[in-house]
């Protein structure tokens, strides 16, 4: 059974850090890219960070650039997200991903639509 796992979130004040991680198991993660996603209460699910396979090529939004570093450790089978300088609107419950069907692949994804599979999400909650 395949299972993606994130761990990590909390209630923090603005401006504060927190590193989010994502573990996997039945899954080799470490050959697919991966992804983080949020979504804000209302909201649509987003794009946070994307990273290839082998963690050489990562892509943002623009709203968490600067800000966010996706990373991955593929003898861990695990990626994470540092985000750092919080913001209130960074409030959301946040996912990762993984392309399944894309394996091997270097490049990152910003749609949701390229994820086979999705953890249950942690909440982020950034107060002013």
């Known amino acids: 059974q395949v299972q993606l796992v994130e761990s990590g979130g909390g209630l923090v004040q603005a401006g504060a850090s927190l590193r989010l991680s994502c573990e996997a198991s039945g899954i080799t993660l470490r050959i697919y890219p991966m992804g983080w996603f949020r979504q804000a209460p209302g909201k649509e699910r987003e794009f946070v960070a994307g990273?290839?396979?082998?963690?050489?090529?990562?892509g943002y939004a623009d709203s968490v650039k600067g800000r966010f570093t996706i990373s991955r450790d593929n003898a861990a089978n695990s990626g994470y997200l540092e985000m750092n300088k919080l913001k209130p609107e960074d409030t959301a419950v946040y996912y990762c991903a993984a392309a399944r069907t894309r394996p091997y692949s270097n490049m990152w994804y910003d749609l949701a639509s390229e994820y086979t599979y999705w953890g249950h999400g942690t909440q982020v909650t950034v107060s002013s």
């Open positions: 990273i290839g396979w082998s963690g050489g090529n990562t």
